[in-house]
């Protein structure tokens, strides 16, 4: 992935000297690098991946950094992009009858896109918002389908990739509903301890179906167990 000086957090970098940009450039890079050492680990494991096929993936990607609150897309506009989160927390969601609707939530190896905007170049009907300082690693559309149309092993990463989403997406289909609301709840603790450091609660309530006193509820009988 690139290494982009903007990411680096230094308020005054052009008035330093070349050596030490140098130094600091080296050093980022190095870090970079280890990280994305790591991150093919994770891809490795989610996805089945080979190493090799994983770094050739990431070797076309663009490592990007946002920070909580911004947004890759927002309901309304077009983005044709395909993202994995490399670390962060990220909330899908949508406006309807002026209520916000959690639609899911991304963690550390997931996709997140934009359906609509990727499939068919439409505005998305679904914003994408860091729920935490976040990095992801990005590819436009048409890089990615050139990749994958440059050999058959490469198509089957892409097969992999999108049928891990539509796995995940009939999971949250078939386990939805308040009936279950506590069980899925408890899963998504389980899964991602993180979570509520980085989410408020009524945003997992409304993940959940349920309302943000339900979820209280579910809280405080679960506290009464312990």
């Given amino acids: 992935p690139r290494f982009r000086t903007a990411d680096l957090s230094f308020c005054h970098y052009h008035l330093l000297s070349q050596k030490t940009k140098l130094k600091i450039y080296y050093l980022c890079a190095c870090i970079t690098q280890k990280g ?7 891809l490795r494991e989610k996805y089945g991946l080979a190493q090799p096929e994983a770094e050739k993936l990431l070797e076309q990607m663009e490592l990007l950094t946002y920070r909580k ?7 309304g506009e077009r983005n ?3 993202y994995l989160v490399a670390d962060g927390i990220w909330r899908g969601h949508y406006l309807r009858d002026g209520v916000d609707v959690s639609l899911w939530f991304a963690f550390q190896g997931d996709s997140i896109f934009s ?3 990727y499939v068919a170049g439409l505005p998305s009907l679904v914003s994408i918002e860091a729920m935490s300082d976040s990095r992801v690693y990005r590819i436009s559309k ?3 389908e050139t990749f994958f149309s440059s050999s058959v092993l490469f198509a089957n990463i892409g097969r992999i990739i999108f049928e891990r989403q ?5 999971n949250w289909m078939i386990n939805g509903g308040a009936a279950q609301a506590k069980q899925r709840y408890l899963t998504l603790l389980e899964q991602n301890p993180e979570l509520l450091q980085h989410v408020p ?8 179906f349920i309302t943000p006193q339900s979820l209280s509820r579910i809280r405080a009988e679960l506290s009464k167990k312990k």
């Fill in 115 to 117: 359906s609509w905007g």
């Fill in 80 to 82: 044709s992009s395909f």
């Fill in 166 to 170: 539509f796995l995940d997406m009939e």
């Fill in 201 to 208: 609660l009524k945003y997992i309530a409304s993940y959940l």
């Fill in 142 to 144: 048409s890089k990615l």
């Fill in 69 to 75: 609150g911004e947004h890759i897309v927002r309901e």
């Fill in 36 to 42: 994305m050492k790591a991150f093919i680990e994770i």
